[in-house]
């Protein structure tokens, strides 16, 4: 079992800035794509970044330029950086990982519980 732990959601202004982690245990032999979604009341989940284990970053349009999304290897730990926060980034977070048990076994997709963000106005 692999098992999710997000955390540094809550409530900021406008402007403000957030960190959210993620830190990924148990049978974990290799992650291959980190990232993060998230989804507002009413609303679809989406994609808001995501990582490759060898670097490679990917973001929605809506966040470009004011989130950054990293990642600790050596840790299984995501990060996301939320800066220039705005109302409509009012959503729950979640963490996803594509991780193997075994280098012998296929990827399977783990999801976090979700962390609320809320953005006032």
């Known amino acids: 079992q692999v098992q999710l732990v997000e955390s540094g959601g809550g409530l900021v202004q406008a402007g403000g800035s957030l960190r959210l982690s993620c830190a990924a245990s148990?049978?974990?032999?290799?992650?291959?794509?980190m990232g993060w979604y998230r989804q507002a009341p009413g609303n679809q989940r989406e994609l808001v970044a995501a990582v490759t284990r060898g670097g490679s970053t990917n973001y929605a349009d809506s966040v470009k330029g004011r989130f950054t999304i990293s990642r600790d290897n050596s840790k299984n730990t995501v990060y996301l950086e939320m800066n220039s926060l705005k109302p409509e980034d009012t959503a729950v977070y979640y963490c996803?990982?594509?991780?193997?048990?075994?280098?012998?076994?296929?990827?399977?997709?783990?999801w976090g519980h979700g962390t609320q963000v809320t953005v006032s106005s």
């Open positions: 148990g049978s974990i032999a290799s992650i291959n794509t």
């Open positions: 996803k990982i594509s991780s193997r048990r075994t280098y012998l076994t296929a990827f399977n997709d783990y």
